[in-house]
Every structure is written in structure tokens, then in C-alpha cells.
């Protein structure tokens, strides 16, 4: 069964201060490429209060804490981690280490004829329902579903949207280990919201 990576609901409030100089230096969140070899360190800066998720997004970067970054690190999955520096409300953050996960697998695996979705020229957007060719999807524990746009190909077949899938193997592991931030829910259920409504479990039942 593959799963659908979704935010938990609670809000990290985390902004990525220095991101304008990534940018400048070709980095590219989210699209299965590797971090440039001459980036510096990515800076965060979390102004909620508290013990922040082990896992939320900034900037839409995969952030991960180190409880879950060495759960990841158990699984043959491509990923780059980068550690970062981390300040909460403006001052040095003393907690666990945070990092950004720059997952590296793209899997095409969109059912372009039993999904609904508006098509346009320069991609698929507006997914009402999801459907995933699983059978494509055989061996591979994280990723996200391609055809991923690129700057050079806007093909009409690429996902505009970001979904990112674990295998059960992987949501069952991090269910169990107490992660938090994370809430994975099926294909099926992908746009419904809040997302702990329809929330996948490993018994395979949902949450009241």
C-alpha cells in the first residue's frame, strides 16, 4: 500500500531566513535534485514557542528532527540531510537538531485516467481525486510523484502540486515511534481536510 505524506495541522510557524541567497545559488526545494555542492548553511528561524514537530515545513523544505531523520536513515531511501541552524524567536535554540530532507526519488506513478484534475498546458493541477498506479510504485519506501515540472520542460503530463508517498512499511514505523507533525492518510483521502479525519492507521482503520 503506498500512503500519502500529509502535515499533521499544527502549525510550525519557521521561515527559512537566508533562503534568497539558496535561491541565488540554484537550490531547489522539493524537485528531486541534489543540493548544490557549494551551498551554505540553511539558517531557520521558528517563532512558535515550545517544543517544535518533528516534522513541518518552511518555505515548503522538508524539515525533519533528528528523531526522525535517523528513522529515515533506517530505510534504503535517496535523501540528502543538511543540518541547520536554528534560532527560536530570533535566539540560538538549544533543543534537538533540525534538518532539511531533500528526498531524491520521483516516482511517475499519477493514473492520468482515473484521477480527476484539471489539465492545462503547463501541467496537471486541481486534483479533485487521486489515483496511483501502485504497481509503479514497488520498492520504494519515499517519494515524491512525478512527472515533476522542470524549468526547461513544461509538459503537460507534470504535477503542478507536491505529493509525497511512503510505503506502509515506513508510515507503520514512524506511527509507531511516536513522530510528530506527520499524519498519513490514503490516495482516496489525499484532498480531504483536516487530515487526522481521515487519517490512515496501521491496523487499518481510520480515526474517528
Same mark, same amino acid.
Given at each position: ?8 495541522? $499544527? ?23 541534489? *543540493? ?7 539558517? %531557520?528561524?521558528? /517563532? ?17 528532527? /533528528?528523531? %526522525? ?8 531511501? $535517496?535523501? /540528502? ?5 536554528? +534560532? ?8 534537538? $537538531? ?9 516516482? @511517475? @506513478? ?8 484539471? &489539465? +492545462? /498546458?503547463?501541467?496537471?493541477?486541481? *486534483?479533485?481525486? %487521486? ?19 522542470? $524549468? ?17 512499511? %515506513? ?11 506527520? +499524519? ?5 483521502? &489525499? ?18
Amino acid at each position: 500500500m503506498v500512503l500519502i505524506w500529509r502535515d499533521s495541522g $499544527k502549525y510550525i510557524d519557521a521561515v527559512v531566513t537566508n533562503f534568497q541567497t539558496l535561491d541565488g545559488l540554484g537550490f531547489e526545494p522539493n524537485r528531486c535534485v541534489p *543540493i548544490p555542492s557549494n551551498l551554505p548553511q540553511i539558517s %531557520l528561524n521558528i /517563532e512558535t514557542g515550545g517544543m517544535p514537530n518533528d516534522f513541518f515545513y518552511s518555505f515548503n523544505m522538508f524539515i525533519v528532527s /533528528e528523531t %526522525l531523520k535517523q528513522l529515515l536513515s533506517g530505510f534504503p531511501i $535517496k535523501v /540528502e540531510f543538511r543540518e541547520l541552524y536554528v +534560532t527560536q524567536k530570533g535566539k540560538p535554540y538549544h533543543g534537538h $537538531k533540525f534538518f532539511y530532507a531533500n528526498v531524491l526519488e520521483e516516482v @511517475c @506513478c499519477f493514473d492520468y485516467e482515473n484521477s480527476k484534475y484539471e &489539465a +492545462t /498546458e503547463k501541467g496537471i493541477k486541481g *486534483i479533485e481525486r %487521486l489515483v496511483l498506479d501502485e504497481s509503479k510504485c514497488q520498492g520504494y519506501h519515499f517519494f515524491r510523484v512525478g512527472p515533476i515540472p522542470r $524549468k526547461t520542460n513544461r509538459s503537460p503530463k507534470s504535477l503542478r502540486g507536491v505529493i509525497w508517498c511512503v510505503s506502509e512499511e %515506513l508510515a507503520t514505523k514512524i506511527h509507531d515511534s511516536g513522530i510528530t507533525g506527520v +499524519t498519513f492518510v490514503r490516495p482516496e483521502d &489525499a484532498r480531504k481536510h483536516p487530515a487526522e479525519n481521515v487519517a490512515w492507521k496501521p491496523d487499518g482503520q481510520k480515526s474517528s
